[in-house]
């Protein structure tokens, strides 16, 4: 039998009406899908049919991607073998109600409070506590700003899971540092490990929490991996937290195979990603094999994929980019080890937005303490004679301008490493200056626009406009330049970073205004990306004076007032140099 050029079969004798012959399209990937009793002549043109028809054992049917090439032969399968439809709800992105779960809401709270506590967990908060005490070994997939550092501290301090090992993104790991200590107001001993150890810095593998990044936990030996650190695997570590767990997706990776080391034994263990995973199913399956669940959800790899993933062998190996039976996916990984709850979902008993601080490191610490310490000496040695007698005309002016320009160039590499990162969330970011050198740098650096001074309000309109259109990610500027007259970001964008403070709240709150306002159907996010060894400790501190005034204020609430103010910050950006 052969098919003419129409894609109708010549030769028919053999085909006889079957009523269980069916068929149903598949719109999310693209496919026909056929279903029939075994016919050995049938299965011939159907393979003839495109290169990449395929058998699924899993759903026991024929599967045929829908090209201009396969389309009028798949027509002709239907017409001539008398293949009946079958109509399928379709299904897109999953899309699943948030439901409080059961949890004894007094004990939780019970437990919490029992710990002091720096913060008082939220209700959602101590729902995902409940999850992570029951089903022991988690992924918390809840959106960004939800708190999911906190949520994992409450489990690791609940259960008293020490030594515990965090493993995040270098650009983040000195903020959880910071939070842990925040949250158990000192009470928990906590490393930050570092690549390379100094005569004055030495890794403390003694601490109850050790917190070291993705980039130094493994290292290559021969094909494989081994773990950086003899302590990694010397350590008896009762829990390990995986921050920005889609790092893990790729199971040939080196930090994939270092992790795979390190959840070996009885321990617990909770992957943290605000990463939608239902997107590509098939990203999960390392996941779900980190935290020992992956039995749950499919005997193996390969039914994982053909389930879930669509899976198929082509021409030039496995395609598993597809995805089927999501909701059953969603339903039997909320049942076994995931949680995710969004921003809307939890809206009630979230404030009006959420703010985040997070440490970062700077490249020129040497050169900043030396500015820092005695600054006219600095501009001597670095620029000569003449232009510090002009700088000691107005020095304290002129040390201000220099520190911050000087801040902001130390913290550059450590910003571009969280836009990296950032990337991976696939959510759009407007990212805020003040020192226009690099926020052109950035703008070149991931090809997404920047919006500065000198630039008019039609072209401000026309970069924002472009901007809400496209898929760049990222939107650069100066906090005064959009800061203001840029509206309708709210509609795309939740999520705003200030690389550097002004000095005036009221830039801020221009700033935040651009996400939080109507329109918004989400809980912005707002995230300061700050340095301890900067002057930007100073100006956060001076921003919260001033925005204290301003509240009492507006509420009328009697306060004493603190000094606040340029002269202020320059003060105590002396004292602190003295005290080092």
């Known amino acids: 039998m052969k098919i003419s050029g129409d894609g109708n079969f010549q030769s028919q004798e053999w085909i006889r009406k079957r009523m269980d012959r069916v068929f149903y399209i598949d719109t999310i990937n693209k496919t026909v899908n056929f279903s029939f009793d075994y016919d050995e002549e049938l299965i011939k043109w159907i393979k003839a049919s495109d290169w990449n028809a395929r058998w699924n054992p899993e759903f026991q049917e024929w599967i045929i991607p829908v090209n201009d090439y396969s389309k009028p032969r798949i027509l002709s399968i239907i017409r001539n073998a008398n293949f009946e439809q079958k109509k399928v709800a379709e299904v897109g992105d999953v899309d699943v109600d948030y439901e409080r779960t059961e949890v004894d809401y007094a004990y939780l709270r019970g437990l919490c409070d029992s710990k002091d506590f720096e913060y008082k967990a939220r209700t959602y908060q101590l729902e995902a506590l409940g999850f992570a005490l029951e089903k022991g070994n988690i992924i918390n997939g809840d959106d960004v700003g939800l708190g999911k550092t906190f949520e994992s501290i409450l489990y690791a301090e609940v259960t008293n899971s020490f030594p515990c090992l965090v493993v995040t993104p270098a650009t983040v790991k000195y903020n959880w540092a910071k939070e842990w200590t925040k949250i158990t107001k000192g009470k928990r001993s906590v490393s930050v490990i570092e690549s390379k150890e100094t005569k004055s810095r030495r890794n403390d593998w003694t601490a109850d929490v050790i917190i070291i990044n993705y980039d130094i936990i493994g290292k290559k030996q021969g094909r494989g991996t081994t773990l950086r650190f003899d302590e990694l695997g010397e350590i008896d570590f009762k829990m390990n937290i995986f921050d920005e767990a889609h790092f893990l997706k790729n199971s040939k990776s080196q930090r994939a195979n270092a992790a795979a080391r390190l959840v070996k034994g009885e321990k617990r263990i909770q992957l943290l990603t605000g990463t939608a995973t239902m997107n590509k199913p098939v990203e999960l399956w390392n996941l779900l094999k980190l935290v020992k669940s992956s039995d749950k959800i499919s005997k193996d790899w390969q039914q994982f994929i053909y389930r879930y993933c669509g899976g198929y062998r082509g021409k030039f190996g496995w395609v598993t980019d597809g995805a089927t039976n999501t909701l059953e996916l969603n339903k039997l990984l909320r049942e076994t080890c995931y949680i995710r709850r969004e921003k809307k979902q939890v809206l009630t008993e979230l404030p009006d937005f959420i703010s985040q601080a997070i440490e970062i490191p700077i490249t020129n610490k040497k050169d900043y303490e030396r500015a820092q310490n005695d600054f006219l000496q600095f ?202």
Not at 549 to 573: F, H, L, P
């Open 379 to 580: 501009i001597l040695e670095e620029e000569g004679l003449e232009k510090m007698e002009k700088a000691s005309e107005a020095e304290q002016l002129v040390a201000l301008g220099r520190l911050r320009r000087m801040a902001i160039e130390g913290k550059q590499k450590a910003i571009e490493g969280y836009l990296k990162d950032w990337i991976e969330t696939e959510r759009k970011l407007i990212v805020f200056g003040i020192h226009t050198e690099t926020l052109e740098y950035l703008s070149d650096k991931f090809k997404c626009p920047l919006i500065a001074g000198g630039v008019s309000s039609k072209k401000k309109q026309e970069i924002k406009e472009k901007w809400i259109k496209s898929d760049d990610q990222f939107l650069f500027g100066n906090i005064e330049s959009l800061g203001t007259g840029v509206d309708g970001l709210q509609h795309v964008c939740s999520d705003v970073v200030f690389m550097e403070l002004p000095w005036r709240p009221s830039d801020l709150t221009q700033g935040i205004g651009r996400v939080h306002r109507s329109g918004q159907i989400e809980t912005p996010s707002i995230i300061y990306l700050l340095s301890d060894w900067t002057i930007d400790s100073e100006m956060w501190e001076m921003l919260e004076e001033k925005e204290a005034v301003t509240e009492a204020v507006n509420k009328g609430v009697d306060i004493r007032r603190n000094k606040s103010g340029m002269k202020n910050v320059m003060k105590k950006m002396l004292t602190k140099a003295k005290k080092k």
